[in-house]
């Protein structure tokens, strides 16, 4: 089965890290585009990194310098390693290829 399953959210303190991760199965991440997605309450769901098969990554304004997208092959999986979390950035986050439906996400807390 095609998939995407996000986990890692939980709660982080202001300043603190996370690391969210996105495993995929039956494919590689290697050979698709995979991006990270983020909807905050109240808004619609926004770009907050990709990394496309070649490689190549891209990041939203927002998170430039404070969020970083890669991928293991062995592990199948992309990651998005969150430092220095902000309150802005607490949101629901999936990951994103096209062709799969939208997993459940995982959630974000921001609170000190």
């Known amino acids: 089965q095609v998939q995407l399953v996000e986990s890692g959210g939980g709660t982080v303190q202001p300043g603190g890290s996370l690391r969210l991760s996105c495993v995929a199965s039956?494919?590689?991440?290697?050979?698709?585009?995979i991006g990270w997605y983020r909807q905050r309450p109240g808004k619609e769901r926004e770009l907050v990194a990709e990394i496309y098969s070649g490689g190549s990554t891209t990041y939203a304004d927002s998170v430039k310098g404070r969020f970083s997208i890669s991928r293991d092959t062995a592990e199948n999986t992309v990651y998005l390693q969150m430092n220095n979390v902000k309150s802005e950035d607490a949101a629901v986050y999936y990951c994103?290829?096209?062709?799969?439906?939208w997993g459940q996400g995982t959630q974000v807390t921001v609170s000190s």
């Open positions: 994103y290829r096209i062709g799969i439906n």
């Open positions: 039956g494919f590689s991440v290697s050979k698709y585009y």
